[in-house]
């Protein structure tokens, strides 16, 4: 016993000796741990500094006296900003919404390739404390991942999204953080920033990396588009063309929250939308009305990428809520005679032709919408792959199971990491997720009443009901149509028929996404 007692000292005395000779420090940084905890970041007033650029005078370096000449500017700036010392360098800095004055602190962080990037002021809904807010956001992510896993709406990408959410919002956990250098030498570019050169990369949280190897280039919804098209049978839309107006139809809902946001950008002021342009803004949360999660995040990632969190939760959630708006609006605007109009069985479709169909649509898109080409080239490769035949079976079996699997859950948790509480917790957010579930209505309702402006003028009936299939929430919404139809007659199935303007409305809202990228870009 008393052996072990004198190891034991010996170890404590290496210990304080190896902790820079002085057990004090030792025990300082032990007491300091209380303030590195999960409570301790609840309890946080504002967001961290490197976000809002509020750092401690500690933390910056010596404030100028611009009462005398100042040398070298570098000499007033370190790793977390600088200060400015002219007139001129504060009107270089200026903008209309952020006027800059002379003697102001400019805070924030240096990237990983040296780039600056300034911090900007965190709201938290109700003004409460950024600790708090984090705090309401993991009961939320909670109920998102209850949604998925007990009420089964979209499990595949909400169980992701509301765990990235949990991630993100855990204090002090750092997973979101970017990757910043420091230690480097500083210079100023014409346009008034900094740049640092040769510094020393701090590694950033690997859901930074994620959201920035798949979302910011855009490789991840074209990943998961590939995989669309290996799952997708394009012969119920080859075999009766004319279901494409169905769901160009549906995509009236994404015009619908266009101007709706557009208004509340007229009516709330241009900083509404979390200081990006109103109309990228209007264009991103326009086409939630599609109901297609990668077309959105596609697009939103491009124009209006502060806004993504909450569109893309408002995507996929009325993609999973699917079976409970659709049939009320169904039974509202159609009449029991219509719902029980049986259509006829579709023709075979040949193999030459669903060969043929992927080529001829993505040499379209090249000809008339160059834009659009990304997504639609990816959704007909993995077509493509599918229909050919056991050549490629392998290509066309990882494209719809391994990749899009491994893909979903990357781009699940980059999605979630934007659901951090001074991103989701405001009214943007509320108008977005308004304007979102309008938006899908309106699609839904403009493809049944395309189906019953159909029937006026042709002889070949068309039951409405599969007009609601015009979203693109493939191939549960072609599956709401044919359940309505069968709790009105047990032998009227009009799934096949439902997928046409289902899968026209996949091609028809990445379209519609080319174009808005088009005109907005």
Known sequence: MKKASVALFVLFAAACVWADGDWRDTLGKVK??????????????????????????????????????????????????????????????????????????IGGYFDDSGAFVRGHEVKVLGGLPYGIGQLIMI???????????????????????GFGGLLANCPLGGVTAPAMMHDGLISFLASGLPVMQGGIVEPGGFLYYFFRFGIDTGVFPIMIFMGVGAMTDFGPLIANPKMALLGGAAQFGIFFALFGALGLAALFGADFFMGADPIKAAASIGIIGGADGPTAIWLTSRLAPDLLGAIAVAAYSYMALVPIIQPPIMNALTTQKERLIKMPPLREVKKIEKICFPLIVLL????????????????????????????VARISDTMSNALINIVTIMLGLSVGSKLACEKFLSGTTLAILAL??????????????????????????????????????????????????????????????????????????????GVLYTLCR
């Open 139 to 161: 009961p939320l992510c909670l109920v998102m991942i209850y949604l998925a896993i007990v009420k089964g709406f979209e499990p595949l990408l909400l169980l992701p999204i």
């Open 436 to 513: 979102g579930l309008c938006a899908f209505c309106v699609g839904t309702a403009a493809g049944v009443v395309m189906a019953k402006i159909m029937n006026l003028v042709s002889k070949e009936k068309v039951n409405p009901l599969i007009g609601s299939a015009g979203v693109s929430a493939v191939p549960m919404a072609a599956r709401v149509s044919n359940k309505v139809s069968l709790g009105n007659d047990p032998t009227n199935f009009i799934l096949m028929q439902a997928m046409g303007p289902n899968v026209s409305g996949v091609i028809g809202s990445a379209v519609v996404a």
């Open 364 to 391: 379209l898109c090249a000809t008339l919408l160059p834009s659009a080409v990304p997504l639609i080239g990816a959704l007909m490769l993995g077509n493509l792959a599918k229909e050919a035949g056991p050549s």
């Open 32 to 105: 300091d741990l209380s303030g590195d905890t999960g409570v301790a970041g609840f309890m946080r007033k504002e967001a961290p500094a490197y976000i809002t650029g509020n750092f401690a005078e500690k933390d910056r370096p010596a404030a100028p006296d611009l009462t005398k000449p100042f040398g070298n500017p570098a000499a007033y700036a370190n790793k977390n900003g600088f200060w400015v010392l002219s007139d001129a360098h504060a009107a270089k800095l200026s903008t209309e919404k952020h006027p800059v004055k002379k003697g102001d602190w």
